[in-house]
């Protein structure tokens, strides 16, 4: 069976760091593409970063450039999401997906697999 656990979600004051983990089981990740995406309640999902799992590119929205990194570990199967200089307004719900063929990164239509996700709060 094919899933994703997310994990390393919480509560956080404003400057402060979290890093997510993203496990895959059920299937490796060496011809994906991972994404990390956010969603907020009442709005649409946000393509947050992604990953090319075979040659490590990466990719970020403009509003986390500089303060949030992918990465990956192809020996656990796990993508982590460095998360620097935190803001309230990256509250959300964060959520990893992996697809094979995958155009538009920040597109979540283009990925065929996602977890349920791991709550981030911003607040001091």
């Known amino acids: 069976q094919l899933h994703f656990v997310e994990s390393g979600g919480g509560l956080v004051q404003p400057g402060g760091s979290l890093r997510l983990s993203c496990a895959a089981s059920?299937?490796?990740?060496?011809?994906?593409?991972v994404g990390w995406f956010r969603q907020v309640p009442g709005m649409e999902h946000e393509g947050v970063s992604c990953?090319?799992?075979?040659?490590?590119?990466?990719y970020y929205t403009e509003s986390v450039k500089g303060r949030f990194t992918i990465s990956r570990d192809n020996n656990q199967n796990t993508v982590y999401l460095q998360m620097d200089s935190l803001k309230p307004e990256d509250t959300a719900l964060y959520y990893c997906?992996?697809?094979?063929?995958?155009?538009?990164?920040?597109?979540?239509?283009?990925?065929?697999?996602w977890g349920q996700g791991t709550q981030v709060t911003v607040s001091s």
């Open positions: 997906a992996a697809g094979e063929d995958v155009r538009n990164w920040w597109d979540i239509n283009e990925y065929d697999y």
């Open positions: 059920g299937f490796t990740l060496d011809r994906y593409h």
């Open positions: 990953i090319v799992i075979s040659d490590g590119s990466t």
